[in-house]
C-alpha cells in the first residue's frame, strides 16, 4: 500500500490563484481530512469528509473547498490564494473510528506572494 | 469543549538521559488521547494511543505515557533519549466525534 499521497510536494502561487491540492489513499479508509500546520499552532483541521459524498468544516475552513467524490481522493481547493495560506497542509486517513490512527501524507508546503 | 495544553514549547536534554514532555487535556467526555512525532520536513506518525483501556500506554521507540484522570495530564516518556528522538511531539485529544484537536507541540532537542 502507498497509505496517503499528496501532490504537490512544493508550490509557490501568487495571490488571487486558484489551484487543487491533491490527496488520495488506497486504505479503503472512510475518514478523510485535511489540516494546515502552522509554527507554534499544530495542526488546525480545515475539513473533513466521513465518506464518499460527505464533507463538513473543521476549525478553519474560510478560503478552501473540498469535495469527496470517491473513497480514495480528497482534493482541497484554494479559490484565490492569498498570503495568510502559506503554510504545510497535510492530508490524513482513519479507518473505522477517529479513535484510530490517521495516517498522514507527507505535507505540501504552499507559498503565497 | 475539548482542549489541549503542551506546557512545553521546546525541551532540551542530553543523550540517554530521561525524557518528559507535559500534555494537559481538557474535554467533557472520556477522551481519547494521542501522542504523534514529527521528524523535520516529515509526515506524522503515531507513538502511542490511550482509549479506555490501560491507563500506561506503552508506544513505539520506548516511548510511554500515562493517562491520570485525575490531573488530567497525559505527560510523554522515555527513559533514555536517544540522538534520533529529535523531533517535534504532538498531544492529540478527541472524544468519539470526528476531529482531532492538537496542541501546539513540543520541540525536542538532544545534544550529545
Known amino acids: 500500500n502507498a497509505g496517503v499521497t499528496q501532490t504537490p510536494k512544493f508550490q509557490v502561487l501568487k495571490t488571487g490563484q486558484s489551484m487543487t491540492l491533491q490527496c488520495a489513499q488506497d486504505?479503503?479508509?472512510?475518514?478523510m481530512s485535511w489540516y494546515r500546520q502552522d509554527p507554534g499552532m499544530g495542526l488546525r483541521l480545515i475539513h473533513y469528509?466521513?465518506?464518499?459524498?460527505?464533507?463538513d468544516q473543521g476549525e478553519v475552513p474560510n478560503g478552501y473547498n473540498v469535495s469527496r467524490s470517491t473513497t480514495e481522493d480528497f482534493p482541497l481547493r484554494l479559490l484565490s490564494a492569498a498570503p495568510s495560506q502559506t503554510s504545510v497542509y497535510f492530508c490524513?486517513?482513519?479507518?473505522?473510528?477517529?479513535?484510530?490512527?490517521?495516517?498522514f501524507g507527507p505535507g505540501t508546503r504552499l507559498t503565497v506572494l | 469543549a475539548q482542549s489541549v495544553t503542551q506546557l512545553d514549547s521546546h525541551v532540551s536534554v542530553s543523550e540517554g538521559t530521561p525524557v518528559l514532555l507535559r500534555c494537559n487535556y481538557s474535554?467533557?467526555?472520556?477522551?481519547?488521547l494521542f501522542w504523534y512525532v514529527q521528524h523535520p520536513n516529515k509526515g506524522l506518525q503515531l507513538l502511542l494511543k490511550?482509549?479506555?483501556?490501560?491507563?500506561l500506554v506503552k508506544g513505539i521507540n520506548g516511548f510511554e505515557a500515562e493517562f491520570k484522570k485525575s490531573e488530567t495530564s497525559f505527560h510523554l516518556t522515555k527513559p533514555s533519549a536517544h540522538m534520533s528522538d529529535a523531533a517535534e511531539y504532538f498531544c492529540?485529544?478527541?472524544?468519539?466525534?470526528?476531529?482531532?484537536?492538537f496542541g501546539t507541540g513540543t520541540r525536542l532537542q538532544v545534544f550529545p
Open positions: 490524513a486517513s482513519t479507518g473505522g473510528s477517529i479513535r484510530n490512527e490517521q495516517f
Open positions: 486504505m479503503n479508509h472512510e475518514y
Open positions: 469528509s466521513v465518506g464518499a459524498g460527505i464533507t
Open positions: 474535554s467533557s467526555y472520556s477522551p481519547s
Open positions: 490511550y482509549t479506555s483501556a490501560a491507563t
Open positions: 492529540v485529544v478527541s472524544h468519539n466525534t470526528d476531529k482531532l484537536i
